[in-house]
């Protein structure tokens, strides 16, 4: 769309959003239409339908990011004001000539995508994390505290991944689909972390999958992640607070009601703050089986990251490894390679002998050739599935 028909655009859709105030209108298909018709009494009908798609993709829509919100293979949009948009297609960042009339439309667009999820965007609020409706993940932010204004879009690809499929991608290497299944057979708690964009979610989703289907799967999440292939899931999606501010429902609140929905299986997609505590302690008091996804670049950061979270809590160092040690049996960790492609990179246990600061040694691990090979910890690994019953 060349700068002329893109301002056409912005004006069309002006009117058009002033005439369905006036008469009392939603802005639907139809009635985006019928003001379009009205506007473009002579329009050829092909070009009336052009039209009326870019208005509704305008005044509801994602404006000129329409062709890239459909392209399935996109998992990440970033602009970097009206002339610089970006997307990764699973192979890292690509500048697209895709661009915003100026800087306005953009923050007018933006500002729209907040506001249809009760959230603020101005000056007084200059910067905003919301889930959107159709389960995309924005982050934006208003100038000064940028140069111009950022958009980041983690889109929502509602696609779930097997195991197996995983391992025929080649993701989990030698015996890694093994090992997997008999961390779900034995009943581990577990941790799958991972740098961003790894596939901690896609890998957790397919584990969710080898859950047999007389159990019981509760998910507690930020915003609608995971998609496991399995008959009775229960989902349960924290509430932000609305543009007054109020109205929150945190992650924590939401795992003290999942403990009384008799959960087989506890589930938190991503912990990033106190609702951390939350979930140690139900896996402390008998919730065999529960696991989440936590960022953390190495597995050596793991024990440090948790502390730093429980932390927020009000739980001291000592405490947090103490529940630790106690609650988690296996950390599962994921790689991003720089070509893109995402993989099983080891399955780590929690030690913390008396005396000894807790660390995640290593049980099993993969080179990027997909060759297995036990660690220090592997014993220990394998003496935890060897008691659930969850054998090699």
């Given at each position: 769309?060349?700068?002329?028909?893109?301002?056409?655009?912005?004006?069309?859709?002006?009117?058009?959003?002033?005439?369905?105030?006036?008469?009392?209108?939603?802005?639907?298909?139809?009635?985006?239409?019928?003001?379009?018709?009205?506007?473009?009494?002579?329009?050829?009908?092909?070009?009336?339908?052009?039209?009326?798609?870019?208005?509704?993709?305008?005044?509801?829509g994602?404006?000129?990011?329409?062709?890239?919100?459909?392209?399935?293979?996109?998992?990440?949009?970033?602009?970097?004001?009206?002339?610089s948009?970006?997307?990764?297609?699973?192979?890292?960042?690509?500048?697209?000539?895709?661009?915003?009339?100026?800087?306005?439309?953009l923050?007018?667009?933006?500002?729209?995508?907040?506001?249809?999820?009760?959230?603020r965007?101005?000056?007084?609020?200059?910067?905003?994390?919301?889930?959107?409706k159709?389960?995309?993940?924005?982050h934006?932010?208003?100038?000064?505290?940028?140069?111009?204004?950022?958009?980041?879009?983690?889109?929502?690809r509602?696609?779930?991944?097997?195991?197996?499929?995983?391992?025929?991608?080649?993701?989990?290497?030698?015996?890694?689909?093994?090992?997997?299944?008999?961390?779900?057979?034995?009943?581990?708690?577990?941790?799958?972390?991972?740098?961003?964009?790894?596939?901690?979610?896609?890998?957790?989703?397919?584990?969710?999958?080898?859950?047999?289907?007389?159990?019981?799967?509760?998910?507690?999440?930020?915003?609608?992640?995971?998609?496991?292939?399995?008959?009775?899931?229960?989902?349960?999606?924290?509430?932000?607070?609305?543009?007054?501010?109020?109205?929150?429902?945190?992650?924590?609140v939401?795992?003290?009601?999942?403990?009384?929905?008799?959960?087989?299986?506890?589930?938190?997609?991503?912990?990033?703050?106190?609702?951390?505590?939350?979930?140690?302690?139900?896996?402390?008091?008998?919730?065999?089986?529960?696991?989440?996804t936590?960022?953390?670049?190495?597995?050596?950061?793991?024990?440090?990251?948790?502390?730093?979270?429980?932390?927020?809590?009000?739980w001291?160092?000592?405490?947090?490894?103490a529940?630790?040690?106690?609650?988690?049996?296996?950390?599962?960790?994921?790689?991003?390679?720089?070509?893109?492609?995402?993989?099983?990179?080891?399955?780590?246990?929690?030690?913390?002998d008396?005396?000894?600061p807790?660390?995640?040694?290593?049980?099993?691990?993969?080179?990027?050739?997909?060759?297995?090979?036990?660690?220090?910890?592997?014993?220990?690994l394998?003496?935890?599935?060897?008691?659930g019953?969850?054998?090699l």
């Amino acid at each position: 769309m060349s700068d002329g028909d893109a301002a056409f655009v912005l004006t069309m859709a002006t009117e058009v959003r002033n005439a369905l105030v006036a008469g009392g209108q939603s802005v639907t298909a139809a009635s985006v239409e019928q003001q379009v018709r009205a506007l473009q009494p002579v329009a050829p009908r092909g070009h009336l339908y052009d039209l009326t798609t870019q208005v509704l993709a305008e005044l509801s829509g994602y404006s000129v990011l329409e062709p890239v919100m459909a392209d399935p293979l996109v998992t990440d949009v970033v602009i970097n004001g009206a002339d610089s948009v970006w997307i990764d297609r699973g192979e890292g960042m690509v500048r697209t000539p895709f661009r915003f009339a100026d800087d306005d439309h953009l923050r007018d667009v933006v500002v729209r995508w907040a506001a249809s999820v009760g959230r603020r965007l101005d000056q007084a609020q200059p910067f905003v994390d919301a889930g959107l409706k159709d389960g995309h993940r924005l982050h934006a932010v208003l100038p000064p505290l940028a140069p111009r204004i950022c958009v980041s879009l983690r889109l929502h690809r509602p696609q779930s991944f097997s195991l197996r499929d995983l391992e025929v991608a080649g993701s989990l290497g030698a015996d890694g689909y093994q090992w997997l299944c008999a961390l779900m057979a034995a009943r581990c708690a577990f941790l799958i972390t991972g740098g961003t964009g790894s596939g901690k979610t896609t890998v957790l989703s397919a584990l969710l999958s080898e859950v047999p289907p007389t159990q019981r799967i509760v998910l507690v999440e930020d915003t609608p992640e995971l998609f496991p292939q399995h008959p009775h899931v229960v989902s349960l999606v924290a509430r932000h607070a609305n543009a007054e501010g109020m109205g929150a429902i945190g992650l924590e609140v939401l795992i003290r009601q999942a403990l009384r929905m008799r959960p087989d299986r506890l589930v938190v997609g991503e912990a990033r703050g106190a609702e951390l505590i939350d979930l140690l302690s139900a896996l402390n008091t008998g919730h065999e089986g529960g696991c989440g996804t936590m960022h953390a670049n190495s597995p050596a950061d793991v024990v440090a990251r948790i502390v730093a979270l429980c932390s927020r809590g009000g739980w001291s160092a000592q405490t947090s490894l103490a529940q630790l040690t106690a609650a988690i049996d296996a950390v599962v960790h994921v790689v991003r390679e720089p070509d893109g492609s995402r993989r099983l990179s080891s399955i780590g246990v929690v030690v913390g002998d008396l005396g000894k600061p807790a660390e995640v040694v290593t049980a099993v691990q993969w080179s990027s050739d997909g060759r297995a090979h036990l660690g220090p910890g592997g014993e220990r690994l394998l003496a935890r599935l060897s008691h659930g019953q969850g054998v090699l």
